[in-house]
């Protein structure tokens, strides 16, 4: 088992910390929790917009792999493409200015671009388990393998949209666990604090540190979250998200989300550029 620093509770700072602030205690801590991400108002209205939906939405998992159902949870919704569904996602959220001044830091200089791998409402209702430990890197499984001094591959905001508490499943997160020397080791339940936040406020964390759902041990509370992630745009993402999102809704964007969503060209450092039509930019084939 890797040593770490154990702490009481993540750090929480102001919405209006400087970025390099931010990360810095990522690169410490592996996570932060920003305080007052998104106002009431936007929580009510994506709450809205996302409801129909997640009340017709049943509870588990539709895979019939034993390891990946209790992954996803016996009574956890999970509700995606939330881009065509959320206005308030779409336009607010994942063009929120510190998204991409987080993300442009993170990504820009060794990445080029970088675009969402998936977004999902993930509400973890009463009796449902702990989710087993994992890092999010371990999509792309060759990362695994370069450990703490290899590249943030994925970062993660996961925004509460109730809140949080130890008894009802806050997420719960390793502190340090991105500097272990060791990715395959997860750590244990015993290692890890949760992540205790407002509605509204926000867990951004970085994809090497290891996490998971806690258990919900309520019996009538329902923990609901966004998480959405981002990657660098020379590695395929979760959600197809050309596929998923009209047209019509992808011309309304802005350029910088349209190009999130895989609508525009990615240009890695180096290259003459990904995801293209007979070498041209996707945006101007598309019309947009």
Known sequence: MTAFVNQQALTSVPRDTPVDEILEIVARDGGVIIKEFLNKDQIARFNADVEPAMQALRP???HDDEFI??????????????????????????????????ADQTFVEE???YWMTTAQVIEIGPGNDAQLLHRDLENWYPFI????????VIINFLIAFT???????ATRVIPGSNRWEDFEDRGTPEDTVPAVMNAGDCLFFSGKTAHGGGANRTQNEYRRAVAFALNPGFLTGEEAYPFLVDMEIAKSLS?????????????????????????NELGDYLGL
Do not use: C
Not at 145 to 152: F, H, N, Q, S, V
């Open 60 to 62: 588990g998992s539709t």
């Open 69 to 102: 159902a209790a992954f996803h949870g016996s009574n956890t919704k999970r509700l995606t493409n939330l881009v065509t569904l959320s206005p308030t996602f779409r336009n607010e959220i994942i063009d929120h200015p510190l998204v991409h001044e987080l």
């Open 111 to 113: 990445s080029g671009t």
């Open 145 to 152: 393998g370069l450990g703490p001094k290899g590249p943030e």
């Open 163 to 169: 809140d949080f508490t130890e008894e009802n499943g």
């Open 255 to 279: 350029p910088r989300v349209q190009r999130m969503l895989g609508f525009r060209s990615q240009f890695p450092p180096g290259s003459a550029g990904l995801w293209q039509v007979d070498y």
